[in-house]
C-alpha cells in the first residue's frame, strides 16, 4: 500500500491504495470517471448529464475494484489547495496527488 493524495476541489486527504493504483493514479482516476458516466452501477452519481461525486467516492470504487487491499483515509490535510505545494508535511512530498 501507498500513500496517495486526493482531492475533490477541498481540502485534500491522504489516504493508502494498491501499490498499483498509486503507480498508475490518473489512469485509475480516469476509468473511474468513465465508470460514473457508463456503468448501470453508478447511475445513482448522474443527476441528467451532471455526476455528482468526492474523492470518497473514487476510494469506495477502488474498494470495489480491489477488496483484497482496501484502501483507507490516513489524513485529512488542514490544507487549501493553493497551499499544497508550500505547506505539505514531508511526510507525503513525493506522493501522487489527483483532484477531481
Keep these: ?3 496517495v493524495i486526493l482531492s475533490a476541489d477541498n481540502a485534500p486527504s491522504v ?5 498499483l493504483v498509486a503507480s498508475n ?5 480516469t476509468d473511474f470517471d ?3 458516466h457508463h456503468s448501470p452501477q453508478a447511475a ?6 451532471v455526476v455528482c ?3 470518497m467516492d473514487f476510494v469506495a470504487y477502488l474498494n470495489r475494484r480491489f477488496p483484497q ?3 483507507v483515509l490516513v489524513e485529512r490535510l488542514d490544507l487549501s489547495l493553493e497551499e499544497i505545494p508550500q505547506r505539505l508535511p514531508q511526510r507525503w512530498q513525493g506522493a501522487p496527488w489527483f483532484n477531481f
Design 25 to 29: 493514479l490518473e489512469h485509475y482516476c
Design 44 to 49: 445513482g452519481y448522474r443527476r441528467g448529464k
Design 69 to 71: 487491499t482496501p484502501s
Design 53 to 55: 461525486y468526492n474523492e
Design 15 to 19: 489516504y493508502l491504495v494498491p501499490d
Design 1 to 3: 500500500m501507498k500513500a
Design 34 to 36: 468513465h465508470w460514473l
